[in-house]
């Protein structure tokens, strides 16, 4: 056993800097009223001496905790098997430790996890939410709300009982689904191809349902109409991707290009077309979503999509919740459903990167 080490004090900074243990406790929590002579005193003793405030009592003072939930609504095993969640969450944390915040991690396994994670956050453990990957019928959009924790939504809100875009309230960070999905289905039809497909994601999520309208859409623009046959619903993974190739593969042989609504789909589509002697692009071309380094250039051939910036986005959705949260009405502006205050959403844009798919 080692032996516990007695932590420096409040009072022992106090006396180090020569003034009150009250001057040093507003310089810690970050109060005003003090003079910056004295409060640069202050803090070199702080330093000196290695003073670690209390976070219990910090947060009796300052009402603040330092802490912000990130709650994904998945699983643990979709969680960390796709490389979209760690390139948010990297964004989120860059984010947070720039302002001296914690991250704290919070999945959904199933309907009796969104209670618990309804309870933690009406407990007041943390500051606010970072909420993305919610579902059409997910209840955690109404349960944060009667929690009344300040939340910023990643993707469009449009959920049958919490939020949607158009609600009072709500402040969500997404990119140009579907002006995204019309550039890579122009690009398709641009190589001189036809028949082309489109393998959804899960479409009980808004980024698919947004992907699968821009396909439609440009699609319609351009040859007036397509084949209900060249969709096929999948569910944003690669196995996903390889079951709906094979029924697409099936239901309609003759299809020259593929548009996946992610990367990781697209993935499952290149082996089944491999598979079955299909050469890419010469036979299918294939156009993704996302531009997951390295999965899009590790893929064969590389793959042809489209980018968001994945990163970004997650700095951008804790940017907004703490700015929400620093400027004195946080508690009524980043919670959805505020009374009176507009909803806020920032769609970032998307860009076609060519490699040798497409």
């Given at each position: 056993m080692t032996e516990a080490v007695s932590r420096?004090?409040?009072?022992?900074?106090?006396?180090?800097?020569?003034?009150?243990?009250?001057?040093?406790?507003?310089?810690?929590n970050g109060g005003d009223g003090v003079r910056e002579p004295l409060a640069e005193r202050v803090r070199r003793a702080v330093e000196e001496l290695g003073y670690v405030p209390n976070q219990a009592a910090r947060s009796l003072v300052t009402?603040?905790?330092d802490a912000v939930a990130v709650v994904i609504a998945e699983p643990e095993a979709r969680v960390f098997a796709d490389p979209f969640f760690a390139l948010q969450l990297r964004g989120i944390s860059k984010e947070l430790t720039a302002h001296d915040n914690q991250l704290v991690l919070l999945l959904t396994e199933g309907r009796a996890d969104h209670a618990r994670v309804a309870r933690y956050l009406a407990g007041g453990h943390v500051d606010g939410a970072l909420v993305f990957s919610l579902h059409l019928e997910d209840p955690l959009p109404g349960l944060i709300r009667a929690a009344g924790?300040?939340?910023?939504?990643?993707?469009?809100?449009?959920?049958?009982?919490?939020?949607?875009?158009?609600?009072?309230?709500?402040?969500?960070?997404?990119c140009d689904n579907r002006g995204g999905?019309?550039?890579?289905?122009?690009h398709l039809l641009d190589l001189g191809r036809r028949r082309v497909a489109h393998l959804t994601g899960a479409l009980d999520q808004t980024s698919a349902?947004?992907?699968?309208?821009?396909?439609?859409?440009?699609?319609?623009?351009?040859?007036?109409?397509?084949?209900?046959?060249?969709?096929?619903?999948?569910?944003?993974?690669?196995?996903?991707?390889?079951?709906?190739?094979?029924?697409?593969?099936?239901?309609?042989?003759?299809?020259?290009?593929?548009f996946a609504a992610n990367d990781l789909t697209a993935l499952g589509a290149l082996r089944v077309l491999r598979e079955s002697g299909r050469r890419v692009p010469?036979?299918?071309?294939?156009?993704?979503f996302d531009d997951m380094l390295p999965v899009t250039e590790q893929a064969d051939p590389p793959l042809t999509t489209v980018r968001q910036d994945i990163e970004e986005m997650g700095r951008l959705m804790a940017r907004l919740l703490l700015r929400?949260?620093?400027?004195?009405?946080?508690?009524?502006r980043a919670?959805?459903?505020?009374?009176?205050?507009?909803?806020?959403g920032v769609v970032l844009p998307t860009t076609l990167i060519r490699r040798a798919s497409a």
């Amino acid at each position: 056993m080692t032996e516990a080490v007695s932590r420096p004090t409040l009072e022992a900074v106090a006396a180090r800097a020569g003034v009150s243990r009250a001057t040093v406790s507003r310089v810690v929590n970050g109060g005003d009223g003090v003079r910056e002579p004295l409060a640069e005193r202050v803090r070199r003793a702080v330093e000196e001496l290695g003073y670690v405030p209390n976070q219990a009592a910090r947060s009796l003072v300052t009402r603040r905790h330092d802490a912000v939930a990130v709650v994904i609504a998945e699983p643990e095993a979709r969680v960390f098997a796709d490389p979209f969640f760690a390139l948010q969450l990297r964004g989120i944390s860059k984010e947070l430790t720039a302002h001296d915040n914690q991250l704290v991690l919070l999945l959904t396994e199933g309907r009796a996890d969104h209670a618990r994670v309804a309870r933690y956050l009406a407990g007041g453990h943390v500051d606010g939410a970072l909420v993305f990957s919610l579902h059409l019928e997910d209840p955690l959009p109404g349960l944060i709300r009667a929690a009344g924790v300040p939340t910023v939504f990643g993707g469009r809100p449009h959920w049958g009982r919490g939020a949607r875009a158009e609600d009072p309230g709500v402040v969500y960070v997404d990119c140009d689904n579907r002006g995204g999905a019309r550039v890579a289905v122009r690009h398709l039809l641009d190589l001189g191809r036809r028949r082309v497909a489109h393998l959804t994601g899960a479409l009980d999520q808004t980024s698919a349902v947004d992907r699968l309208d821009g396909y439609r859409d440009e699609m319609a623009d351009v040859l007036g109409e397509s084949d209900p046959r060249l969709v096929v619903e999948s569910d944003f993974t690669p196995s996903g991707g390889e079951r709906a190739m094979r029924e697409l593969l099936e239901r309609c042989p003759d299809v020259d290009a593929v548009f996946a609504a992610n990367d990781l789909t697209a993935l499952g589509a290149l082996r089944v077309l491999r598979e079955s002697g299909r050469r890419v692009p010469e036979d299918v071309a294939v156009v993704g979503f996302d531009d997951m380094l390295p999965v899009t250039e590790q893929a064969d051939p590389p793959l042809t999509t489209v980018r968001q910036d994945i990163e970004e986005m997650g700095r951008l959705m804790a940017r907004l919740l703490l700015r929400g949260l620093s400027d004195g009405r946080g508690r009524e502006r980043a919670v959805a459903g505020g009374p009176g205050v507009p909803a806020t959403g920032v769609v970032l844009p998307t860009t076609l990167i060519r490699r040798a798919s497409a």
